[in-house]
């Protein structure tokens, strides 16, 4: 079976890039139903994902926290505060 870009009409793809959609995808032809486009906050995100990869991806930021003692620890080990 081979998905033609007359078969997918919510996207305006090319035969080469259905193809490689077809090869990225587990089992193939067979595991597609539809292409759908992006919406625009998904193409938002891909645009500053393929940005700046030498950064990684835009939207995690790591943050690393040190507590000097477990004084202000709670019993389930959650950050308690005093008033």
Do not use: C, K
């Not at 959609?21 to 193409?43: H, S």
């Not at 477990?70 to 308690?80: A, H, K, L, M, N």
């Amino acid at each position: 079976m081979r998905i033609t870009p007359q078969m997918l009409p919510l996207v305006n793809l090319e035969a080469v890039h259905i193809e490689r959609i077809a090869q990225a995808t587990a089992g193939g032809v067979a595991n597609i139903q539809d292409i759908y486009p992006l919406i625009p906050a998904q193409e938002g995100i891909l645009f500053h994902h393929l940005l700046d990869r030498q950064r990684g991806d835009t939207y995690i930021v790591s943050t690393l926290l040190s507590v000097s003692s477990e004084s202000g620890w709670g019993p389930d080990r959650s950050i308690t505060t005093r008033d």
